[in-house]
């Protein structure tokens, strides 16, 4: 559960740089590469140091913790406190049908890929309504993203730079219910080692940037991102006793 001080610091500063990446690259005109660098940051934002925020693993205090969540996330046009009343309710619910941030696993691949474009509006709207705290935060972050959203268009006869960084990272964003809630998930099994699937490979190590650990994160939430594949190693033993099943991707 430890970091290292360079560990915790190169994380928060990533999906920065990632912004600060395209917007370069975008201003030279290179668009491929600035597109990569749009996706980099929704891969190491939502996925990676957000997720971290999320579920405070990063040592921070807890006001520095909410105000690097909200601002990762709002670069994004995303609320990062709906983020985490979803996501900490995912935790406790799953695979419950009141989870809406994994509703996608109860359905089919063309659901969760048609679940995309509406998928950050009803988790914002589901947090309005039922999050235990943070409803001011929630409410801010959704009218601030908004106006960014608005901004970006305003100024897009001057330059298509912001507009085309909103499409970007809101297509990004499509993803998720595919991603995070249809393919890590069974809502049909029968205990936590089988609700949730145990990736392994190199090909899918190196595509995913080690994040396949979704079912060890679920065991214990508390790590952070970094340490996943060494709480994994440490987890082979008892889940191959328990007959988790490993799925791969190539090898």
């Known amino acids: 559960m430890r970091l290292a001080p360079r560990q915790r610091w190169f994380a928060i500063g990533l999906p920065f740089a990632c ?5 370069l690259l975008a201003c030279a005109g290179w668009w491929v590469a600035a597109g990569l660098a749009a996706a980099a940051y929704t891969f190491y934002s939502y996925g990676s140091t ?18 690097l969540l909200s601002l990762i996330e709002l670069v994004g046009l995303r609320s990062g406190h709906a983020y985490r009343a979803a996501h900490l309710h995912h935790h406790a619910r799953f695979p419950k049908t009141d989870d809406v941030e994994a509703a996608a696993a109860h359905g089919s691949l063309i659901g969760a890929l048609l679940d995309g474009p509406l998928h950050q509006a009803r988790v914002w709207w589901w947090a309005v309504r039922h999050a235990r705290r943070d409803r001011g935060w929630i409410i801010m972050e959704g009218v601030a993203s908004s106006m960014l959203l608005a901004a970006a268009v305003a100024v897009s006869p001057i330059t298509p730079i912001p507009i085309v960084y909103a499409t970007l990272v809101i297509l990004g ?18 205990n936590a080692l089988t609700q949730t699937l145990r990736f392994r490979g ?50």
């Not at 912004?19 to 917007?23: L, T």
């Not at 964003?173 to 029968?190: A, E």
């Not at 899918?204 to 214990?220: D, I, K, N, T």
């Open 50 to 67: 957000s997720h971290d925020l999320v579920h405070n693993n990063l040592g921070l205090p807890h006001g520095l913790n909410g105000f």
């Open 19 to 23: 912004v600060v990446a395209f917007a």
């Open 173 to 190: 964003s499509w993803t998720f219910p595919l991603i995070t809630s249809y393919l890590p998930h069974n809502p049909n099994g029968k």
């Open 202 to 251: 190199k090909v899918a190590g190196f595509v995913f940037r080690q994040h396949l650990y979704h079912l060890e994160h679920h065991l214990y939430p508390a790590v952070p991102h970094q340490r996943w594949a060494d709480l994994a190693h440490r987890l082979n033993p008892y889940l191959d006793r328990r007959g988790a099943r490993a799925i791969y991707f190539g090898f």
